[in-house]
C-alpha cells in the first residue's frame, strides 16, 4: 500500500522556468489537496480538489495551476517560477466517508528551490 | 492574519519537563485536528477533537478543545526527546471543503 506518492523529492529550477509536482494516492480518496510549507512555518493551502474534474483555490493560488482527470492524480503545475515559491510541497488526500473523514494521509514532501 | 494560530511558536524544553501547544481559531471548529511532523517528513496524524470540552489522551499528549470551541490546547507530559518536531493543528471548513492549517510550533527537547 504506497499512500500519497509525491515526485519529484527535490528539484532546482531557475527563474522563469516551469514545472509539474506529481501525486498519486492509490486509495481510492476523494479528496486531494496541495500545501507549502516554509522554513519554520505551518502549511497553507494552495489548491483541493473534491474528485476528477473538481477543483478549488486555496489561501494562496498565485502562481500556481492544478488539474484533477482521475481520481488517484492531482498534478500541481508551476508557472513561470519565483524565489518566492522556493518551498517545500506536501500533496494530501483523504476520504469523506467513513472513521477516517477527517484524517488527512501525507505524501513525504517535494523540495523546490528556485534560483 | 492566518485564520489558525499557535502559540509558542518554538520551545525548548529539558527532558521530562511538561509543556503546552496552544491553537486559537478566527472561527467557530467544527473539528480540530492535531498532526506532528519530525523534520523533514510529512505529517502524522495524532488526535481529532469535534465536542466542546471534549479532551482526548495517547500515551502522554493530551489535547482539549474548549467549550466555545475556538481554542484547543496539546499538553504533553515528561517530554522525551522522541517528542521533537513540529505540531501543527488542522480544521476542516464544512461547505468548503478546504482542510487548514495553524502556524505550526517547533518543539525541541533537550536530553
Known amino acids: 500500500n504506497a499512500g500519497v506518492t509525491q515526485t519529484p523529492k527535490f528539484r532546482i529550477l531557475k527563474i522563469g522556468q516551469s514545472m509539474t509536482l506529481q501525486c498519486t494516492q492509490d486509495?481510492?480518496?476523494?479528496?486531494m489537496y496541495w500545501y507549502r510549507q516554509d522554513p519554520g512555518m505551518g502549511l497553507k493551502l494552495i489548491y483541493y480538489?473534491?474528485?476528477?474534474?473538481?477543483?478549488d483555490k486555496g489561501e494562496v493560488p498565485n502562481g500556481y495551476n492544478v488539474s484533477r482527470s482521475t481520481t488517484e492524480d492531482f498534478p500541481l503545475r508551476l508557472e513561470l517560477a519565483a524565489p518566492s515559491q522556493t518551498s517545500v510541497y506536501f500533496c494530501?488526500?483523504?476520504?469523506?466517508?467513513?472513521?477516517?473523514?477527517?484524517?488527512?494521509?501525507f505524501g513525504a514532501g517535494s523540495r523546490l528551490t528556485v534560483l | 492574519s492566518q485564520e489558525l494560530e499557535q502559540s509558542p511558536q518554538s520551545l525548548i524544553v529539558q527532558e521530562g519537563k511538561n509543556l503546552t501547544i496552544n491553537c486559537t481559531s478566527s472561527k467557530t471548529l467544527y473539528g480540530l485536528y492535531w498532526y506532528k511532523q519530525k523534520y523533514g517528513e510529512g505529517l502524522i496524524f495524532l488526535m481529532m477533537l469535534q465536542k466542546g470540552g471534549e479532551e482526548k489522551s495517547h500515551e502522554k499528549i493530551t489535547a482539549k478543545l474548549d467549550e466555545k470551541k475556538q481554542q484547543s490546547s496539546l499538553h504533553i507530559t515528561a517530554s522525551q526527546p522522541s517528542h521533537a518536531g513540529i505540531y501543527l493543528c488542522g480544521a476542516d471548513r464544512p461547505g468548503t471543503y478546504k482542510y487548514i492549517f495553524g502556524t505550526g510550533t517547533r518543539l525541541k527537547v533537550l536530553a
Open positions: 486509495m481510492n480518496h476523494n479528496y
Open positions: 480538489s473534491v474528485g476528477a474534474g473538481i477543483t
Open positions: 494530501a488526500s483523504r476520504d469523506p466517508r467513513g472513521p477516517g473523514a477527517n484524517v488527512l494521509t
